[in-house]
């Protein structure tokens, strides 16, 4: 089966409410470095997420996947994860079954998922009562169980206290580390260093700007990038 990746939009815009929130993007996303999609609130980091990953289809322009069967081979996790009204252990399970994996390796599949976020003790805890913190960590269990060839995660620990989004950075370096392609959505500087490779700096709707980690804090190329690493662009 041919890799998923390079994905490639062309022109890519997108609009609602008679307003247009991302402005003829064009890039290319490859297999390997971590990718941060940085910018203020408001930039569009959202929409461009759900763009990439399907969910919303562009006003005009092309979102392509190299290679077959895209939507069964990523996985998205959002800042609100939702969760079903069942264990955690079967949050698991049914995403599992809706990705059609056979009912004889599924046990084994969210068993290990659970286990490497840190949840098997609570496998049968349902899910709905767990902490935030816990609750991000069972919707990575879910991604991490059908080893997604790109992981798209849009701003994963906004919501979460310090201690709870070191877990999930933790879980995120792990997902780099077994070969998923990490694409993620965040306003911090602190975490896209952390996390990131290269960075995508998102400006009112525009791809400003894109460059290694290394360079981009250092040496922004655009002005608005160099003010939002200042902290003087705090909104789009």
């Known amino acids: 089966m041919n890799a998923i990746l390079p994905l490639r939009l062309e022109e890519v815009s997108f609009a609602a409410g008679g307003r247009v929130i991302i402005e003829r993007v064009s890039l290319s996303l490859e297999a390997g470095p971590s990718t941060i999609i940085l910018g203020a609130n408001g930039a569009g980091k959202s929409v461009l997420m759900r763009l990439m990953h399907g969910l ?116 995120i370096k792990a997902f780099d580390a077994a070969g998923t392609k990490v694409v993620m959505s965040t306003h911090s500087l602190g975490q896209a260093r952390r996390l990131g490779d290269e960075v995508i700096f998102l400006h009112q709707g525009r791809a400003a700007e894109r460059s290694a980690i290394e360079r981009f804090f250092p040496h922004p190329a655009s002005p608005e990038a160099a003010a939002f690493v200042k902290g003087e662009l705090a909104w789009a």
């Open 56 to 171: 919303l289809a562009p006003t005009s322009g092309r979102v392509a996947w190299s290679g077959e069967g895209a939507r069964r081979r990523q996985a998205m996790v959002f800042q609100r994860p939702v969760m079903l009204r069942r264990s955690a252990y079967a949050n698991v399970d049914y995403a599992l079954k809706v990705a059609g994996v056979q009912a004889a390796q599924r046990d084994r599949l969210a068993t290990e998922a659970l286990e490497e976020v840190g949840l098997r003790q609570v496998a049968q805890r349902p899910a709905r009562v767990l902490s935030g913190g816990e609750q991000q960590r069972l919707a990575l269990a879910r991604a991490w169980a059908l080893h997604p060839e790109v992981l798209f995660l849009d701003e994963p620990t906004a919501n979460l206290d310090p201690g709870a989004t070191r877990e999930i950075e933790t879980i």
